[in-house]
């Protein structure tokens, strides 16, 4: 049994050391999200290097002990590993291909994760180019919003080889609580725009119900308090309800600031979108949802919580 036992060991040893252990991460764009998962990695002990075309929101992090890096090429020259987390397709693009852009000067090896939410076949373009180079390249979308970036509690999407996924793991797990692998090359996006989808159109159905409830009479935090006890409980109506008063900590108590802005999540429909259009897929819900909140943009409600979705539907905005 012994024996047994050190075999064992002896084997996970072995495996273990099959696997590279990263400790040199770069990572661009340091933004609401980046920022704060930056910090997080700096936390468990990695040395760090960052970057951002805005200068000022490295100055945190090079205090906590990050080098700043004056281009995204000199962040691949010093990376094993390298994460990034930026706003559309065209900028993540942009960051890896042009000219002095992380695969120009990419060392032969490195792992690139990108965190944005973007088209899955702008990942599965971006994976070819690396492999052009001889690097590493897995999608990593993630869940939590700016919270969960804070409390390193996100959930990671992850679509690419299973042994990238497995040597990723020390390096996502200081960011997130959860890290799953959904398949190949782009199967993290696929994964993280359905889920929004989703939940753009669960948001615009709790305030639907709840506004013709109060137009008929009730009261919106009854009718809350009834669906979430009822088969039309759901994340929208329980956790992050529209109705403002009924948690003080989301955003709809709180004139509709901070939490996820409307323009991602219309960014996000466009791309569920154009996947959907792609793939010959019907949506005519997640269409519906994409419609409504171009709207809600037309009307200068970009930077408000997309839960403000329940006063546009009542007419106040
Ligand atoms: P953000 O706009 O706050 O941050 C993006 C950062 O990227 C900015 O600091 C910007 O200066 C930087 N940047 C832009 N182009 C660059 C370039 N070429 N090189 C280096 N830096 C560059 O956006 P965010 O809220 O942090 O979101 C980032 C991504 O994560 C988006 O794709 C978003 O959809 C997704 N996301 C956001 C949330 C959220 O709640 N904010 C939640 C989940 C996923």
Not at 236 to 247: A, D, L, N, R
Request: glycine share 10%; with cysteine; aromatic share 6%.
């Amino acid at each position: 049994m012994a024996g047994t036992m050190m075999c064992f060991k002896f084997i996970k040893k072995s495996f273990t050391q099959g696997q590279r252990n990263y400790s040199k991460i770069g990572f661009v764009g340091l933004g609401n999200m980046g920022n704060s998962m930056a910090k997080n990695i700096l936390k468990k002990g990695f040395k760090l290097s960052v970057y951002d075309i805005n200068k000022s929101s490295m100055t945190n992090l090079i205090e906590a002990g990050a080098t700043g890096a004056s281009s995204p090429s000199e962040i691949s020259k010093n990376s094993e590993v390298i994460i990034t987390m930026l706003p559309t397709n065209d900028h993540v693009w942009q960051c890896y291909t042009s000219e002095d852009g992380l695969l120009n000067s990419a060392n032969k090896n490195t792992l690139f994760i990108d965190s944005s939410t973007i088209d899955p076949s702008v990942s599965q373009n971006i994976y070819k180019e690396c492999v052009k180079k001889d690097a590493q390249f897995i999608d990593g979308p993630v869940s939590g919003g700016v919270v969960g970036a804070r409390d390193g509690t996100l959930t990671f999407m992850i679509g690419g080889n299973k042994k990238q996924y497995d040597e990723s793991l020390p390096i996502l797990e200081s960011m997130g609580s959860r890290v799953v692998h959904c398949g190949d090359v782009g199967m993290g996006q696929v994964a993280k725009l359905c889920n929004n989808m989703l939940l753009a159109i669960s948001m615009i159905g709790v305030s639907e119900v709840v506004n013709l409830a109060d137009r008929l009479g009730l009261d919106p935090k009854v009718m809350t308090s009834i669906l979430n006890t009822s088969t039309g409980r759901c994340w929208s109506s329980e956790i992050y309800p529209p109705v403002p008063g009924i948690i003080d900590t989301v955003p709809s108590s709180n004139d509709y600031q901070g939490g996820f802005m409307t323009s991602l999540m219309t960014k996000d429909l466009g791309l569920a979108q154009s996947a959907a259009t792609r793939s010959g897929t019907p949506i005519p819900l997640g269409s519906l949802a994409h419609q409504i909140y171009r709207t809600l943009m037309t009307r200068g409600l970009n930077d408000k919580d997309f839960s403000i979705v329940y006063q546009f539907l009542k007419g106040n905005k």
